[in-house]
């Protein structure tokens, strides 16, 4: 094996490849041949980081400089000064190792600091494409410690003493899952994966399939040897199309190395997985709808029970966790339960991915030990709220979910803390919202994608939602009435009560937490037809600024209704109200800035 | 089962081709319908009659449940898109970063509503949810192309990249 005296990890995820990751490789090999460094330097294809606002990020081993945000004409002076004369360049690093004369270590900076990555552990450190480099960082090694020392009810013993919860949503506890699919009694049982990642703003499970694929498929076979199944399906999005390509690649290694098809390890133990791409239906991250939809139907949830552990693809024992909870089994099993009990709250155990996204500086992904508070994820690994503005409220959980407002912030984030103040964990989206986000405009926004996800197949959520829907709407046009508010809140709890599935019960949820902390809002859009946050377009009047308006014209002349009055460079224009339809245009146009709306 | 017209014989020949090896890769394999369809409308951009019909015959599934799984699922279509699809992120982190003013400047732009396509075939466009780029918050796609961090002014110098 070659030894080379540096690595260049270029992050190929998502993120960074919109931002030109790929001419950025291509460059840096370019510029390795031009300078003969070849034999000295490797690039490697690396996964995601979580930095993908500052993307494409290279990050340069052994100093571990991270080099952020960068233009293909950056990489020949990379080359030249770092790779060839040993001297960082400083002005490209990323953002708080720049303030520093000397360089830290990934595990120094402010981003990573407070972070504990074990789902995410190899994520942006190897590269995903190849299976050498996941044996290398101890891939594999629990699935034969597992298939080699431990009995299957061992397996589930550990994990039940880790005391690990499932990941996706609700929190149930996995050891508990694996047992009751392992007692199931069949000739035939399923391993699932769902990573069918559909809430909006979530982006965790994405980055472990394009960083580290090979983490799950070792897991589902450990699952496999645990509950007594030789088949396994990963229900994966379509529209993730480097995660299903890695994927398959993962898949295609270890059967070759013998880590996956028949007689794994020589042990006799069988274990084959297979990709189902789904097809955009938000439902079937439902766990009995995602079933349903691998038997290749329509998508819909059905009751339970019997739940899947007993009944559950084409009837038979089935067990399902998501992405992230199968990440967190191959550690546990190598470091021992305790290693993991340490880490987290009382209750909440590990850690939790968070995509953290919205009006925040580092958008990106974060894997936090159970029990950081929202201050420290949003003020020092996140680099708080952008051009000043003030922290409002976080949204967790998404559709399902509820959001936690500024009053909380030093509430530690665990499963049960969250349910407390109405939110859920979810699956791990985290939208920080600051003060020119309208609450009741957030809630409308996710009714909306709940009526649009609605499978129709119970009244309560495919009638309920839109009723509420209409509702939210009318009172962020202004034309709420009195009463609406109260209407909301009966059909929440009715919703809540009778709806068939998981999704369609915690749809109010987005409604009833904003109502909960934010309800002077929405008294004030009904009430005195006024928007607080300033962003219901409707309940807002545009004002040309008299001082500033150069009475150039030039938004008279874009107004679409002739609402704009005013002779050119005689004094300033005037907005008549009674015309405006609100759309925006002047601003946009106005060359001085000199309209705004209240 | 060549309701083909002369012309075009060997065009819509190989796309049948390409559709009975799907047909056939598929064959005995549990649940097989939706990956069917997938590939198929990846051969024809969308998911014609004609295509439907060969699968219920082969696959031995009722028209009606096919079609029930084509509805129920947003990525199927059963009309043409445009050449260049516009897909405007409207998950929550794009949301929250003013998405929908770029969508309502793609429709102005376009002069056409989500889900429609321009006469001449060249733009089509939709509002999806999440691509789990949120990260560069507000995201269009068209096609394969990732725009992160977008204004509403921007669109048109977009779209004229497309023209």
């Not at chain 1, 400089?65 to 001297?87: F, N, P, W």
């Not at chain 1, 998501?322 to 990440?327: D, I």
């Not at chain 2, 065009?11 to 056939?24: G, H, K, S, Y």
């Not at chain 2, 004609?50 to 219920?56: C, G, P, T």
Request: hydrophobic share 35%.
């Amino acid at each position: 094996m070659q030894i080379y005296r540096a690595h260049a990890l270029v992050c190929r995820g998502t993120g960074c490849s919109s931002h030109k990751a790929e001419e950025i490789f291509n460059e840096l090999e370019r510029q390795l041949q031009d300078k003969k460094l070849t034999n000295e330097v490797k690039v490697v294809t690396a996964g995601c980081l979580g930095l993908c606002k500052s993307g494409p990020n290279l990050v340069i081993y052994p100093e571990g400089a991270i080099y952020s945000g960068l233009q293909v004409e950056d990489v020949e002076e990379i080359v030249t000064e770092h790779l060839l004369k040993g001297r960082i360049v400083k002005r490209l690093l990323f953002g708080d190792t720049e303030a520093d004369a000397g360089i830290k270590s990934l595990d120094d900076v402010g981003f990573f600091k407070r972070q504990k990555r074990i789902a995410l552990r190899n994520c942006g450190v190897i590269n995903p494409e190849s299976i050498d480099e996941y044996l290398a960082f101890d891939g594999y090694k629990a699935l034969t410690k597992v298939l080699t020392e431990m009995e299957p009810a061992e397996v589930i013993d550990v994990l039940k003493k880790s005391q690990l919860r499932g990941r996706g949503g609700a929190g149930f506890p996995t050891g508990t899952k694996w047992e009751f699919a392992a007692k199931a009694e069949s000739k035939q049982k399923y391993v699932c994966c769902n990573a069918d990642e559909g809430d909006p703003g979530a982006f965790m499970d994405r980055s472990i399939l394009e960083g580290d694929p090979h983490s799950l498929v070792e897991a589902m076979a450990i699952a496999g040897y645990a509950v007594g199944a030789d088949k396994g399906f990963i229900y994966i999005r379509a529209e993730y199309p480097i995660a299903v390509k890695r994927l398959r690649l993962a898949i295609e290694q270890a059967k070759e190395y013998g880590l996956l098809g028949e007689n794994i390890l020589n042990t006799g133990f069988n274990f084959d997985l297979e990709i189902r791409l789904g097809a955009g239906a938000f439902v079937c991250g439902e766990e009995t709808a995602l079933l349903t939809s691998i038997e290749g139907k329509r998508g819909e949830p059905r009751p339970r029970p019997p739940f899947p552990a007993v009944k559950g693809l084409w009837g038979q024992p089935t067990l399902l966790n998501n992405v992230e909870t199968y990440a967190n089994v191959p550690p546990i099993i190598l470091n021992g339960p305790d290693w993991f009990t340490q880490i987290g709250t009382e209750r909440s155990k590990g850690t939790k991915v968070f995509a953290v996204g919205g009006n925040i500086n580092n958008t990106g992904l974060v894997e936090i030990p159970m029990g950081t508070t929202l201050r420290e994820v949003i003020y020092e690994i996140g680099g708080g709220i952008p051009n000043g503005k003030e922290f409002k409220a976080a949204q967790t959980g998404g559709p399902s979910g509820g959001c936690i407002p500024a009053s909380h912030i030093d509430t530690p984030i665990d499963y049960d803390t969250l349910v407390e103040l109405g939110a859920m964990m979810g699956s791990g989206g985290l939208i920080i919202m600051d003060e020119d986000t309208c609450m009741v405009d957030i809630a409308r926004f996710f009714l909306e994608f709940t009526v649009d996800e609605s499978c129709g197949k119970c009244p309560p959520c495919r009638i309920g939602t839109k009723r509420m829907l209409e509702i939210l709407s009318r009172i962020t046009e202004g034309r709420g009435e009195e009463g609406d508010i109260e209407k909301l809140e009966t059909l929440a709890k009715n919703i809540k009560a009778a709806a068939l599935c998981g999704l369609g019960q915690t749809a109010p949820n987005p409604v009833l937490s904003t109502l909960r902390y934010f309800r002077d809002e929405y008294e004030a859009h009904v009430r005195d037809k006024k928007c607080p946050a300033g962003a219901c377009k409707s309940l807002l009047d545009y004002v040309i600024d008299a001082e500033i308006c150069k009475s150039c014209g030039i938004c008279a002349k874009n107004c679409p209704v002739d609402a704009i009055e005013g002779e050119k460079k005689k004094g300033p224009f005037v907005i008549i109200q009674e015309k405006c339809i609100k759309c925006g245009t002047c601003v946009e146009k106005c060359p001085f800035d000199a309209i705004s709306a209240s | 089962m060549s309701s083909t017209c002369s012309c075009s014989k060997e065009f819509v020949d190989e796309r049948e081709e390409r559709l009975t090896e799907v047909i056939e890769k598929y064959r005995g394999v549990r649940g097989a319908l939706i990956p069917v369809l997938h590939e198929a409308q990846e051969i024809y951009g969308y998911l014609p009659f004609h295509v439907q019909k060969r699968i219920s015959e082969e696959m031995q599934i009722p028209m009606g449940e096919i079609y029930g799984v084509i509805t129920f699922y947003t990525q199927f279509s059963l009309e043409p898109k445009g050449e260049y699809q516009i897909q405007v992120c409207l998950g929550t982190a794009c949301y929250v970063k003013g998405a929908n003013l770029i969508l309502e400047k793609f429709k102005e732009k376009l002069g056409i509503d989500v889900g429609g396509c321009t006469e001449d075939g060249k733009f089509s466009l939709q509002a999806c949810r999440c691509v789990g780029a949120c990260g560069l918050a507000p995201v269009v796609m068209i096609n394969e192309d990732v725009y992160g961090g977008l204004k509403p002014s921007e669109v048109e110098k977009i779209l004229k990249k497309y023209q």
